[in-house]
């Protein structure tokens, strides 16, 4: 189910608040080469299609389409995407109906508790790792780290550590050293990945993912497409159709809900298919990017991107030149009703999936996707004019939201 989500959810005003961006060692600054992604939250279910698997994607050809009902046949971008579900809904299956799980005697060093006179204290080294990850949600995601409480302390201390990874994979390429990161650093980004899924971390956040991996049944494809969309962002700034771009919000995105929903838990009375509700942990994700993507359309001009699909511009008569000319009209209000039309389908096919999610996870989901939803709305408010105005949720509706979606969830339960 973040993703960013979400998101591991919307964090920031990814997790539905603006403000500084996690990168290590140093504080956070905002440098900003591409849309901001989502921190994803994990994704719901969709109804299934073609024998109980459906790709989280509304139809993509035409704007007019928006509103049309599902095709069953898939693009080659969903078809890649459906391969890395599959094998994450067939991980789940092989290990259920127990977790694997790491005994001490199997544990590395740095997982060993401390002995002291009085006997064992604390997780050691291990266990400051994963109060470290804390530490950084709950100050870059302040409404997901609400939520991440509610979860069992397992639960949420697998969050927390891949909310981190994340977040420090993000900071690789729209941090403040961003114009020194290469292809060759990317890799060298992925070889510790596969190094800390092997049990070897380098550093106490690694620990955290480390240890995570190892007691849920986490591939690590979607962790290494996360990292293939930071090589995109080197070199990509267009996208010319829908279909891509589809593709690219997934790696930023889409990701993180196959990340977590192994963490989150389905719900045991839920009847939906595992592929299902990878698939629907898709949908959450891009919803939220798509959003960031209209959200920042004019801060990402200013950079001399476009994160829109030129087909779908040119159909709507519009030009790259109208995009970095910045002026509302009434053909990129049509374009921007579209385009918003298609990220709440997302959203819609998402929160339909929140009832079969594990039900001490359901809040933060339903949470996230509410707050995100909503900068959508804050678009339309300052009549499509997002090339000078920033779409902001308001804490006071942040406030009166999150009651209502715990409530929601809890009737769901």
Not at 7 to 28: E, L, T
Not at 49 to 62: D, E, T, V, Y
Not at 87 to 103: C, S
Not at 138 to 154: D, H, N, V
Request: with cysteine; net charge neutral; glycine share 6%.
């Amino acid at each position: 189910m973040a993703a960013g989500s979400s998101a591991v959810w919307a964090a920031h005003h990814h997790a539905c608040s603006g403000g500084g961006r996690f990168h290590h060692p140093s504080p956070s600054h905002s440098h900003h080469h591409r849309p901001r992604r989502v921190l994803p939250a994990p994704l719901p279910p969709l109804p299934a299609r073609r024998g109980g698997a459906s790709l989280a994607r509304p139809p993509r050809a035409s704007l007019a389409a928006a509103a049309a009902p599902a095709v069953a046949v898939r693009t080659a971008s969903e078809e890649a995407v459906y391969e890395v579900v599959l094998r994450q809904a067939a991980l789940v299956k092989t290990a259920a109906p127990q977790r694997r799980r790491t005994t001490r005697r199997e544990q590395p060093r740095w997982a060993e508790e401390k002995e002291e006179e009085e006997g064992v204290v604390g997780w050691g080294l291990l266990g400051d790792a994963y109060d470290r990850c804390g530490e950084v949600c709950a100050e870059y995601a302040k409404t997901f780290y609400l939520g991440t409480q509610l979860m069992t302390p397992e639960r949420r201390k697998a969050v927390w550590a891949i909310y981190v990874w994340c977040r420090r994979t993000d900071e690789l390429v729209d941090g403040p050293n961003a114009s020194y990161i290469t292809p060759t650093a990317l890799d060298r980004w992925e070889k510790r990945l596969e190094d800390l899924f092997e049990g070897r971390p380098y550093d106490m956040y690694d620990a955290a993912l480390s240890d995570t991996v190892s007691k849920f049944p986490v591939d690590i494809q979607p962790f290494k497409d996360m990292i293939e969309g930071m090589r995109l962002d080197l070199w990509k700034s267009r996208y010319t159709t829908f279909d891509e771009l589809y593709l690219y919000c997934y790696y930023v995105a889409g990701t993180v809900g196959l990340m977590t929903v192994p963490v989150m838990g389905i719900a045991p009375d839920s009847k939906a298919s595992t592929e299902s509700v990878y698939n629907a942990a898709l949908a959450l994700g891009i919803a939220n990017q798509l959003t960031n993507i209209l959200r920042d359309v004019g801060e990402d001009a200013r950079r001399g991107r476009i994160y829109l699909p030129l087909d779908e511009l040119a159909q709507a008569g519009l030009t790259e030149e109208d995009i970095f000319r910045g002026k509302v009209t009434d053909k990129w209000r049509r374009f921007m009703k579209g385009q918003i039309q298609r990220a709440r389908l997302f959203f819609d096919e998402a929160e339909k999936g929140v009832v079969h999610l594990d039900s001490d996870s359901r809040w933060p989901v339903l949470a996230s996707l509410w707050l995100y939803r909503q900068i959508l709305d804050a678009i339309e408010a300052n009549d499509y004019d997002n090339f000078t105005k920033r779409a902001y949720v308001g804490k006071a509706k942040k406030l009166l939201s999150l009651p209502v979606a715990y409530a929601r969830a809890a009737v769901a339960s």
